[in-house]
């Protein structure tokens, strides 16, 4: 049990989800750079791919 909670507790889980955040906020930012489609479309991608490495951190955390 102690040591689930001190791998639950390992620094890389909290480092991912730090970088998966960064990611995020990066694609809410580029999502207002502009009108162009391609912002858009480049902002989709870049908040979808940080909400599948902060979703990884936290079931890594819970498991």
Do not use: C, Q, W
């Not at 040591?3 to 960064?22: C, F, K």
């Amino acid at each position: 049990m102690n040591n689930s909670i001190e791998e639950a507790n390992a620094p890389r889980h909290y480092i991912l989800l730090t970088v998966a955040i960064i990611i995020g906020i990066v694609g809410v930012y580029l999502r207002f750079a502009g009108d162009a489609p391609i912002y858009n479309i480049l902002a989709n991608i870049i908040l979808v791919i940080g909400v599948i490495i902060a979703l990884k951190a936290v079931f890594t955390i819970m498991k």
